[in-house]
């Protein structure tokens, strides 16, 4: 479907008539304050040979001014009712696809009634993330370089786990945070020139880490929390596991990267973290 393609017709013939009659009013008015015109024109001349009453040039005078008002208030009815009769034609919006019609053929429409359908646009399409505050920058940086290449930084697995060919681009950065999730909206863009994208499709959305830095990555489930802070069981010497706090950046999947608290090469507990505690012996499975 293309813009400008001509897609419901409704019956204008009440909205035709409706028209008609505003434009007989106008008329009408017209006709009034032409012979206002007239009279004011007259007892203006005679107003002037002190012939006529003075009250009698302002009445016409006023009656001349509501005239011409009644012309502009017609004139704004023809506006209103004209533009109606106009969108008795509807036309697409946009290029993009139209879904199945919510009405059949005759059925009778009003303005706020159920919709007559949904135009979605094809190519690109949109997917919106929600990102931690933190990672604002970050996302600011990719929507203020658009010729930057993003072929390994955003890319979209579909549902049947494969990897979506076009790589996408951050087109908005949402206005406000949300207080409640500390979490910002980020619209990215993904083009779609063979439609095999749908409105509406459950994705997930990859973004590479470019800190270019080295990240240790852990088992999430080794994580346990404790008064909104996160910790791990390190096992220390003769098999006994000692608890460390640990500071959390982005998961991945069923893995989390750990900023702060571990080092490379610790051993950590990783099953039944909720039956052990600090100094506990714990079995070592290689």
């Known amino acids: 479907m293309s813009k400008g393609q001509k897609l419901y017709t409704i019956d204008p013939q009440q909205y035709r008539a409706t028209y008609d009659q505003a434009v007989a009013n106008l008329n009408v008015q017209k006709a009034n304050l032409n012979r206002a015109q007239k009279d004011a024109d007259r007892y203006n001349t005679l107003a002037q040979q002190d012939a006529v009453a003075k009250q009698l040039v302002d009445n016409a005078n006023a009656t001349l001014e509501a005239a011409k008002m009644q012309v502009e208030a017609s004139q704004a009815a023809i506006q209103q009712v004209a533009t109606n009769l106009k969108y008795t034609t509807i036309y697409a919006p946009l290029d993009g696809t139209i879904g199945i019609s919510q009405v059949r053929l005759g059925a009778a429409v009003a303005p706020g009634s159920t919709p007559l359908n949904t135009i979605s646009s094809d190519n690109p399409v949109a997917a919106d993330l ?116 640990v500071t959390l950046g982005a998961r991945i999947n069923d893995k989390v990267i750990v900023k702060n608290g571990l080092t490379e090469g610790e051993t950590i507990v990783t099953e039944g973290t909720q039956k052990i505690r600090d100094g506990a012996k714990v079995q070592v499975k290689m």
């Open 130 to 245: 929600q990102i931690d505050e933190s990672q604002i920058p970050r996302f600011l940086k990719l929507q203020s370089q658009p010729n930057v290449v993003r072929d390994s930084i955003l890319v979209m697995l579909l549902p049947d786990g494969s990897q979506y060919k076009y790589p996408g681009s951050v087109r908005i950065v949402d206005r406000a945070v949300d207080p409640q999730t500390g979490t910002l909206r980020v619209r990215v863009a993904f083009p779609n020139p063979n439609k095999q994208l749908k409105v509406g499709l459950n994705t997930n959305v990859r973004v590479k880490n470019n800190t270019g830095e080295p990240q240790l990555l852990i088992p999430y489930q080794a994580v346990t929390e404790q008064m909104s802070e996160y910790f791990v069981f390190v096992v220390g010497d003769s098999s006994k596991v000692s608890q460390k706090k």
